[in-house]
């Protein structure tokens, strides 16, 4: 085997909360994360022995871009050499996971084309980013501590019959710059985990979902305001996903999506999804 192409799913936020923050300058996250049926195609190859190129759509990415960074550790545990190129359809600043999606891609890909270990898959996951565990592995998953302690989370199948339409007005904030200014909000409303889980296996969606981030992604990031307001004419149950700037409302059947859809003119990104 010489290449391998992967789907690099992006993933949306039911639940986010920010328990507290960690000696190692993270946060202590607590999450109810899906994977839905949009995502980036990376193709790996084999290639020689100190070579490595990243091509994002066409172009070289810098060594800051976060696959960049994990196939070079690939690179240096296996002692390959390796040729990826990158076609990006998860928006950018959407908190969709986009970059996390791409580590994770080029781990799935390493695992079938170089034969690296789950440990060390998770190992690399876990010095590139707080969520790649996650996405490698992907479904309805509780995911806490930085995003790598992951728990499937029962009776939530009905789910995957809905449709959801995620709309993003324009690139929000860096996740840092919304984790930064929410460390100075203090005192903000709260959900607990117990209770989204409750509310979504009862179709009450509009009661279950939540974000901590909301406040602190709008204040960088005003259009997510209104970009609430356009999906919650269609329906009650919206939600931001991440750290913004996307958000998505849930629906019972594809028609009335379709209706929200096309209503989102002049939308940065917009795309109707199901949970895979």
Request: hydrophobic share 40%; glycine share 10%.
């Amino acid at each position: 085997m010489e290449k391998v192409t992967v789907l690099a799913n992006a993933k949306l936020n039911l639940y986010l909360d920010v328990a507290g923050t960690r000696a190692d300058g993270y946060h202590d996250l607590d999450m109810l994360m899906v994977t839905v049926n949009c995502g980036d195609v990376i193709t790996v190859r084999k290639a020689e022995s100190g070579f490595l190129s990243v091509k994002m759509d066409g172009a070289e990415t810098g060594e800051e871009n976060t696959a960049y960074r994990t196939a070079r550790l690939v690179c240096d545990l296996t002692g390959s050499g390796l040729d990826i190129t990158i076609a990006k359809k998860i928006p950018i600043g959407a908190g969709m996971g986009g970059s996390s999606a791409d580590s994770a891609g080029v781990l799935n890909a390493a695992k079938k084309l170089l034969g690296i270990s789950d440990s060390a898959a998770n190992e690399i996951a876990l010095q590139v980013g707080s969520d790649v565990v996650y996405m490698m592995r992907g479904g309805i998953m509780r995911a806490r501590g930085r995003g790598e302690i992951l728990t499937p989370v029962e009776g939530l199948e009905s789910l995957r019959s809905k449709f959801f339409v995620v709309a993003q007005k324009c690139m929000g904030a860096t996740t840092a710059k919304v984790f930064s200014h929410f460390d100075t909000l203090g005192m903000q409303p709260k959900n607990s985990f117990d209770k989204t889980v409750s509310s979504l296996k009862t179709g009450r969606y509009e009661e279950g979902l939540y974000n901590a981030l909301f406040l602190s992604a709008t204040y960088h990031c005003p259009s997510i305001v209104a970009t609430m307001f356009d999906l919650k004419n269609f329906s009650s149950a919206a939600c931001m996903t991440g750290s913004g700037s996307a958000c998505f409302a849930i629906f019972d059947d594809f028609a009335r999506a379709k209706e929200c859809y096309e209503s989102l003119q002049l939308y940065k990104y917009k795309n109707i999804v199901h949970i895979v």
